[in-house]
Protein backbone atom coordinates (compact mmCIF):
# COMPACT_ATOMS: atom_id res chain seq x y z
CA UNK A 1 0.00 0.00 0.00
CA UNK A 2 2.89 2.62 0.14
CA UNK A 3 2.02 5.77 1.52
CA UNK A 4 -1.59 5.79 0.36
CA UNK A 5 -3.10 5.52 3.77
CA UNK A 6 -1.21 7.99 5.09
CA UNK A 7 -1.88 11.06 1.97
CA UNK A 8 -5.19 10.47 2.73
CA UNK A 9 -4.79 11.22 6.35
CA UNK A 10 -2.81 14.18 5.28
CA UNK A 11 -5.13 15.25 3.40
CA UNK A 12 -8.61 14.94 5.06
CA UNK A 13 -6.50 16.14 7.86
CA UNK A 14 -7.05 13.38 9.75
CA UNK A 15 -4.01 12.41 12.32
CA UNK A 16 -5.65 10.82 14.89
CA UNK A 17 -3.21 7.47 14.64
CA UNK A 18 -2.22 5.99 18.00
CA UNK A 19 0.93 3.54 18.45
CA UNK A 20 0.57 0.15 19.40
CA UNK A 21 1.70 -0.64 23.08
CA UNK A 22 4.54 -3.18 21.22
CA UNK A 23 5.81 -0.73 19.41
CA UNK A 24 6.57 1.85 21.66
CA UNK A 25 7.94 -1.10 24.25
CA UNK A 26 10.12 -1.95 21.35
CA UNK A 27 11.69 1.16 20.89
CA UNK A 28 11.86 2.97 24.38
CA UNK A 29 13.71 0.09 25.30
CA UNK A 30 17.14 1.89 24.20
CA UNK A 31 16.65 4.47 25.99
CA UNK A 32 15.83 4.04 29.45
CA UNK A 33 19.10 5.66 31.12
CA UNK A 34 17.47 9.29 29.79
CA UNK A 35 14.50 8.87 31.57
CA UNK A 36 15.68 9.59 35.34
CA UNK A 37 14.93 12.20 37.17
CA UNK A 38 13.29 13.89 33.76
CA UNK A 39 9.91 15.29 32.92
CA UNK A 40 8.34 13.71 30.12
CA UNK A 41 5.63 15.40 28.33
CA UNK A 42 3.07 13.58 26.03
CA UNK A 43 1.48 16.38 24.13
CA UNK A 44 -0.63 14.85 21.48
CA UNK A 45 -2.18 12.03 23.87
CA UNK A 46 -5.02 11.18 25.53
CA UNK A 47 -4.17 9.70 28.65
CA UNK A 48 -7.48 7.29 28.05
CA UNK A 49 -6.37 6.41 24.83
CA UNK A 50 -2.79 7.03 24.49
CA UNK A 51 -0.37 3.69 24.76
CA UNK A 52 2.68 6.40 25.58
CA UNK A 53 0.65 7.01 28.62
CA UNK A 54 0.01 3.62 29.54
CA UNK A 55 3.63 2.82 28.66
CA UNK A 56 5.09 5.53 31.02
CA UNK A 57 2.54 5.33 33.82
CA UNK A 58 2.79 1.70 34.08
CA UNK A 59 6.66 2.22 34.04
CA UNK A 60 6.82 5.60 36.16
CA UNK A 61 8.86 4.49 39.04
CA UNK A 62 11.26 1.59 37.06
CA UNK A 63 12.20 4.58 34.90
CA UNK A 64 12.57 7.02 37.94
CA UNK A 65 10.64 9.80 36.02
CA UNK A 66 10.43 13.15 37.92
CA UNK A 67 7.00 13.82 36.05
CA UNK A 68 4.47 12.68 33.77
CA UNK A 69 2.47 15.48 31.68
CA UNK A 70 0.21 14.02 28.79
CA UNK A 71 -2.52 16.29 26.92
CA UNK A 72 -4.62 16.10 24.43
CA UNK A 73 -6.51 18.70 21.93
CA UNK A 74 -10.42 19.85 21.84
CA UNK A 75 -12.54 17.49 20.37
CA UNK A 76 -10.32 14.27 19.50
CA UNK A 77 -12.43 12.14 17.75
CA UNK A 78 -11.07 9.03 19.08
CA UNK A 79 -12.37 10.12 22.96
CA UNK A 80 -14.54 8.03 24.68
CA UNK A 81 -14.60 5.55 21.90
CA UNK A 82 -13.44 2.11 21.20
CA UNK A 83 -9.87 2.86 21.63
CA UNK A 84 -10.91 3.55 25.72
CA UNK A 85 -7.33 1.42 27.28
CA UNK A 86 -8.55 -1.57 29.91
CA UNK A 87 -9.47 0.67 32.78
CA UNK A 88 -11.34 -1.56 33.81
CA UNK A 89 -15.52 -0.58 34.49
CA UNK A 90 -13.59 3.19 34.61
CA UNK A 91 -15.19 4.80 31.80
CA UNK A 92 -15.83 8.52 33.36
CA UNK A 93 -13.38 10.48 30.50
CA UNK A 94 -14.16 14.16 30.14
CA UNK A 95 -15.89 14.35 26.71
CA UNK A 96 -14.54 16.29 23.53
CA UNK A 97 -12.65 18.36 25.96
CA UNK A 98 -8.90 19.47 26.09
CA UNK A 99 -7.20 18.60 29.10
CA UNK A 100 -3.94 17.66 30.51
CA UNK A 101 -2.88 14.94 33.66
CA UNK A 102 0.29 15.50 35.56
CA UNK A 103 1.47 12.93 37.59
CA UNK A 104 4.68 13.09 40.14
CA UNK A 105 3.83 9.75 41.71
CA UNK A 106 2.32 6.17 41.28
CA UNK A 107 1.38 3.85 44.07
CA UNK A 108 0.68 0.70 44.37
CA UNK A 109 -2.63 1.60 45.67
CA UNK A 110 -4.05 -1.95 45.90
CA UNK A 111 -1.07 -3.67 47.59
CA UNK A 112 -0.43 -6.78 44.98
CA UNK A 113 3.13 -5.47 45.43
CA UNK A 114 3.18 -4.34 41.58
CA UNK A 115 2.18 -0.95 39.68
CA UNK A 116 -0.70 -1.73 37.26
CA UNK A 117 -3.11 -0.32 35.11
CA UNK A 118 -5.67 -0.46 38.54
CA UNK A 119 -3.59 1.87 40.28
CA UNK A 120 -3.20 3.76 37.56
CA UNK A 121 -6.95 3.96 36.97
CA UNK A 122 -7.23 5.03 40.89
CA UNK A 123 -4.71 7.50 40.46
CA UNK A 124 -7.18 9.00 37.68
CA UNK A 125 -10.27 8.65 39.74
CA UNK A 126 -9.18 10.27 43.11
CA UNK A 127 -6.65 12.77 42.69
CA UNK A 128 -7.87 16.18 41.90
CA UNK A 129 -4.67 17.42 41.49
CA UNK A 130 -3.85 15.40 38.23
CA UNK A 131 -6.58 16.24 35.92
CA UNK A 132 -6.99 19.57 34.86
CA UNK A 133 -8.82 21.54 31.65
CA UNK A 134 -7.08 23.27 29.01
CA UNK A 135 -8.34 25.53 26.70
CA UNK A 136 -7.39 23.85 23.27
CA UNK A 137 -4.79 21.44 24.13
CA UNK A 138 -2.91 22.26 20.75
CA UNK A 139 1.18 22.00 20.50
CA UNK A 140 1.05 25.80 19.54
CA UNK A 141 -1.59 27.15 22.34
CA UNK A 142 0.47 29.40 24.67
CA UNK A 143 -0.72 27.19 27.44
CA UNK A 144 0.40 24.03 25.93
CA UNK A 145 4.22 25.99 25.31
CA UNK A 146 4.47 26.45 28.70
CA UNK A 147 3.96 22.72 29.60
CA UNK A 148 6.74 22.14 26.70
CA UNK A 149 9.18 24.61 28.35
CA UNK A 150 9.36 22.45 31.40
CA UNK A 151 9.81 18.70 30.00
CA UNK A 152 12.78 17.66 29.60
CA UNK A 153 11.72 15.24 27.23
CA UNK A 154 8.65 14.75 24.80
CA UNK A 155 8.08 11.17 23.34
CA UNK A 156 5.04 10.99 21.12
CA UNK A 157 3.44 10.29 17.78
CA UNK A 158 2.41 14.07 16.86
CA UNK A 159 -0.31 14.56 14.12
CA UNK A 160 0.99 13.45 10.55
CA UNK A 161 -0.29 16.96 8.71
CA UNK A 162 1.74 18.91 11.20
CA UNK A 163 4.97 17.14 11.49
CA UNK A 164 6.73 20.10 10.16
CA UNK A 165 5.60 22.51 12.36
CA UNK A 166 5.88 20.38 15.53
CA UNK A 167 9.64 18.87 14.91
CA UNK A 168 10.27 22.85 14.11
CA UNK A 169 8.96 23.80 17.59
CA UNK A 170 10.44 21.61 19.65
CA UNK A 171 13.66 22.31 18.11
CA UNK A 172 12.89 25.91 18.57
CA UNK A 173 12.95 25.41 22.56
CA UNK A 174 15.71 23.03 22.78
CA UNK A 175 13.89 20.08 23.61
CA UNK A 176 15.02 16.65 24.12
CA UNK A 177 12.93 13.90 21.45
CA UNK A 178 11.49 10.94 20.51
CA UNK A 179 8.65 11.02 17.97
CA UNK A 180 6.81 8.90 15.32
CA UNK A 181 7.13 10.19 11.60
CA UNK A 182 6.73 8.91 8.30
CA UNK A 183 10.06 8.46 6.26
CA UNK A 184 8.86 11.10 3.67
CA UNK A 185 9.04 13.81 6.48
CA UNK A 186 13.06 12.94 5.64
CA UNK A 187 13.08 15.02 2.14
CA UNK A 188 10.78 17.77 3.77
CA UNK A 189 12.97 21.09 3.46
CA UNK A 190 12.27 22.13 6.94
CA UNK A 191 13.32 18.42 8.23
CA UNK A 192 16.39 17.31 5.96
CA UNK A 193 18.96 20.14 7.37
CA UNK A 194 18.58 18.97 10.88
CA UNK A 195 19.50 15.66 9.65
CA UNK A 196 22.57 16.18 7.54
CA UNK A 197 23.49 18.90 10.70
CA UNK A 198 23.33 15.83 13.17
CA UNK A 199 20.69 17.14 15.19
CA UNK A 200 18.32 14.86 14.57
CA UNK A 201 18.91 11.32 13.70
CA UNK A 202 16.44 7.80 13.41
CA UNK A 203 15.82 5.62 15.95
CA UNK A 204 15.74 1.75 16.21
CA UNK A 205 12.77 2.11 13.60
CA UNK A 206 9.59 -0.33 13.77
CA UNK A 207 10.13 -3.71 12.54
CA UNK A 208 9.73 -3.88 8.76
CA UNK A 209 9.67 0.10 8.19
CA UNK A 210 5.77 -0.69 9.21
CA UNK A 211 2.85 -0.63 11.78
CA UNK A 212 -0.20 -1.16 12.32
CA UNK A 213 -2.20 2.29 13.78
CA UNK A 214 -5.27 2.22 15.91
CA UNK A 215 -7.51 4.75 14.24
CA UNK A 216 -10.82 5.61 14.02
CA UNK A 217 -10.88 6.33 10.09
CA UNK A 218 -12.03 3.42 8.27
CA UNK A 219 -12.59 5.43 4.86
CA UNK A 220 -8.90 5.84 4.37
CA UNK A 221 -7.81 2.07 3.94
CA UNK A 222 -8.13 -0.40 2.32
CA UNK A 223 -9.81 -3.83 3.25
CA UNK A 224 -6.22 -5.48 2.50
CA UNK A 225 -4.85 -2.92 5.04
CA UNK A 226 -6.78 -4.04 8.33
CA UNK A 227 -6.05 -5.57 10.83
CA UNK A 228 -7.92 -5.99 14.16
CA UNK A 229 -9.91 -2.37 13.60
CA UNK A 230 -6.37 -1.27 12.74
CA UNK A 231 -4.99 0.50 9.72
CA UNK A 232 -1.22 -0.44 8.25
CA UNK A 233 0.86 2.39 7.24
CA UNK A 234 4.20 1.68 5.43
CA UNK A 235 7.38 3.31 5.76
CA UNK A 236 7.02 4.77 9.13
CA UNK A 237 10.24 5.98 11.74
CA UNK A 238 11.02 7.04 15.17
CA UNK A 239 13.01 10.27 15.14
CA UNK A 240 14.95 11.67 18.03
CA UNK A 241 17.92 13.51 19.10
CA UNK A 242 18.25 11.42 21.86
CA UNK A 243 21.86 9.69 21.93
CA UNK A 244 21.62 6.00 21.39
CA UNK A 245 24.21 2.74 20.81
CA UNK A 246 23.17 2.54 17.22
CA UNK A 247 24.45 5.44 15.77
CA UNK A 248 28.26 4.25 16.46
CA UNK A 249 27.56 0.90 14.80
CA UNK A 250 29.76 1.12 11.56
CA UNK A 251 27.75 -0.59 8.27
CA UNK A 252 29.92 -3.47 7.16
CA UNK A 253 30.68 -2.35 2.94
CA UNK A 254 31.49 -5.26 1.13
CA UNK A 255 31.16 -3.94 -2.37
CA UNK A 256 33.80 -2.37 -4.62
CA UNK A 257 33.43 0.75 -7.13
CA UNK A 258 33.31 -0.09 -11.30
CA UNK A 259 32.19 1.99 -13.54
CA UNK A 260 29.34 -0.86 -15.00
CA UNK A 261 27.52 -0.95 -11.97
CA UNK A 262 27.21 2.64 -10.62
CA UNK A 263 26.46 5.09 -13.23
CA UNK A 264 27.05 8.50 -12.80
CA UNK A 265 23.62 10.97 -12.47
CA UNK A 266 23.04 12.96 -15.53
CA UNK A 267 22.80 16.16 -13.35
CA UNK A 268 24.59 15.64 -10.39
CA UNK A 269 28.60 14.83 -9.73
CA UNK A 270 27.76 11.58 -8.37
CA UNK A 271 27.33 7.94 -8.74
CA UNK A 272 23.24 6.23 -7.73
CA UNK A 273 23.37 3.01 -5.61
CA UNK A 274 20.13 1.58 -5.32
CA UNK A 275 20.38 0.04 -2.11
CA UNK A 276 22.32 0.57 0.83
CA UNK A 277 24.11 -2.43 1.08
CA UNK A 278 25.37 -2.04 -2.50
CA UNK A 279 27.16 0.93 -0.89
CA UNK A 280 30.90 0.10 -2.33
CA UNK A 281 34.14 0.07 0.22
CA UNK A 282 36.37 1.83 -1.89
CA UNK A 283 34.81 4.86 -3.76
CA UNK A 284 36.01 8.83 -2.69
CA UNK A 285 33.17 10.58 -4.41
CA UNK A 286 30.02 11.42 -3.86
CA UNK A 287 26.97 8.83 -3.99
CA UNK A 288 23.29 9.33 -4.22
CA UNK A 289 21.74 6.57 -1.59
CA UNK A 290 18.57 5.57 -0.64
CA UNK A 291 16.16 7.30 2.07
CA UNK A 292 16.67 4.50 3.88
CA UNK A 293 20.07 4.65 4.41
CA UNK A 294 19.79 6.53 6.77
CA UNK A 295 18.39 3.93 9.41
CA UNK A 296 22.31 2.61 9.37
CA UNK A 297 24.08 6.32 8.84
CA UNK A 298 27.15 6.44 11.07
CA UNK A 299 28.31 10.02 11.42
CA UNK A 300 32.24 9.04 12.19
CA UNK A 301 31.41 6.74 9.38
CA UNK A 302 30.07 9.07 6.29
CA UNK A 303 29.52 12.53 5.75
CA UNK A 304 25.70 13.70 4.11
CA UNK A 305 26.59 16.56 1.96
CA UNK A 306 22.42 17.00 0.76
CA UNK A 307 19.74 15.21 -1.15
CA UNK A 308 18.73 14.65 -4.30
CA UNK A 309 15.18 14.87 -4.24
CA UNK A 310 12.01 17.17 -5.73
CA UNK A 311 13.06 19.72 -2.92
CA UNK A 312 16.83 20.20 -3.49
CA UNK A 313 16.63 23.20 -6.26
CA UNK A 314 14.44 25.06 -4.33
CA UNK A 315 15.66 24.57 -0.69
CA UNK A 316 19.98 23.65 -1.20
CA UNK A 317 22.07 26.44 -0.88
CA UNK A 318 23.87 27.61 -3.91
CA UNK A 319 27.10 26.18 -2.88
CA UNK A 320 25.81 22.74 -2.40
CA UNK A 321 24.36 23.13 -5.71
CA UNK A 322 27.79 24.02 -6.94
CA UNK A 323 29.36 21.33 -4.69
CA UNK A 324 26.92 18.12 -6.27
CA UNK A 325 27.58 19.47 -9.47
CA UNK A 326 23.79 19.56 -9.82
CA UNK A 327 22.68 20.44 -13.65
CA UNK A 328 18.64 20.92 -14.05
CA UNK A 329 17.13 17.97 -16.07
CA UNK A 330 13.53 17.95 -17.69
CA UNK A 331 12.73 14.85 -15.73
CA UNK A 332 14.41 16.05 -12.26
CA UNK A 333 11.21 17.43 -11.19
CA UNK A 334 12.72 19.60 -9.23
CA UNK A 335 16.07 17.71 -8.20
CA UNK A 336 15.69 14.37 -8.27
CA UNK A 337 18.48 12.00 -9.41
CA UNK A 338 18.51 11.12 -13.68
CA UNK A 339 20.39 7.79 -15.22
CA UNK A 340 19.99 7.84 -18.34
CA UNK A 341 17.19 10.08 -19.12
CA UNK A 342 15.52 8.38 -16.05
CA UNK A 343 14.27 9.82 -13.23
CA UNK A 344 14.96 7.98 -9.71
CA UNK A 345 13.49 7.89 -6.72
CA UNK A 346 14.78 10.38 -3.96
CA UNK A 347 18.54 9.94 -2.61
CA UNK A 348 20.67 11.05 -0.14
CA UNK A 349 23.85 12.28 -1.00
CA UNK A 350 26.96 11.28 1.02
CA UNK A 351 30.27 10.53 1.32
CA UNK A 352 32.87 7.96 2.78
CA UNK A 353 35.03 9.34 5.37
CA UNK A 354 37.41 6.78 5.35
CA UNK A 355 36.79 5.20 1.84
CA UNK A 356 39.08 1.94 1.31
CA UNK A 357 41.19 2.73 -1.15
CA UNK A 358 43.81 0.41 -2.80
Request: glycine share 6%.
Amino acid sequence: MANKNLNAAKTAKKDEFYTQLTDIERELQHYWPHFRDKVVLCNCDDPYESNFFKYFALRFNQLGLKKLICTCYNGSPVQGNELMLDFGDFTEEPKKIAFKVEITEVKDMNGDGAVDLSDVQYLLQNDKNVLSILKTGDFRDPECIELLKEADIVVTNPPFSLFREYIGQLMEYGKKFLIVGHQNAITYKEVFPLLQSNKVWLGYGFKGAATHFSSPYEDIATAGDHKDNMIRVSGVNWFTNLEIPKRNEELDLVCRYSPEEYPFYDNYKAINIGRTQDIPCDYEGLMGVPITFLDKYNPNQFEIIWQASGNTRASAPSYVLKEVGYKPHPEDRGGCGVVNGKRQYSRILIRNKHPQVR
